[in-house]
């Protein structure tokens, strides 16, 4: 590993330290209001929907919402099957079936 590259870590952990450590000390010192911790409940759900929602929808650079898009298909199986089941592990393992047989026999 470079000096450049090993600076170049260094730096990024003090960014996001530096960015993050504020906060969470300021947290720790205060009550939030009800209607804030409530509020907080949304972030896990809104960063995984911001995550998922364009790779399922525009896996290879373009808008893509045909039964072709074997990305599309599963993510919606996988999404009845943690619905109706709640189970992370069937979910995955469902999802990943549904796309790979989707790719081998339909793509």
Do not use: C, H
Request: charged share 10%.
């Amino acid at each position: 590993m470079s000096q450049s590259e090993l600076i170049m870590i260094v730096g990024m952990m003090a960014v996001t330290f530096g960015v993050r450590y504020p906060v969470l000390a300021i947290t720790g010192r205060i009550t939030l209001p009800p209607p804030v911790l409530n509020a907080l409940k949304f972030i896990p759900p809104a960063v995984l929907s911001a995550i998922i929602v364009p790779a399922l929808l525009i896996p290879d650079g373009e808008l893509d919402i045909g039964y072709t898009n074997a990305y599309l298909v599963a993510g919606l199986f996988a999404a009845v099957v943690a619905w109706r089941r709640k189970n992370l592990l069937l979910t995955i393992v469902v999802g990943m079936a549904v796309f790979w047989l989707w790719r081998v026999f339909v793509v």
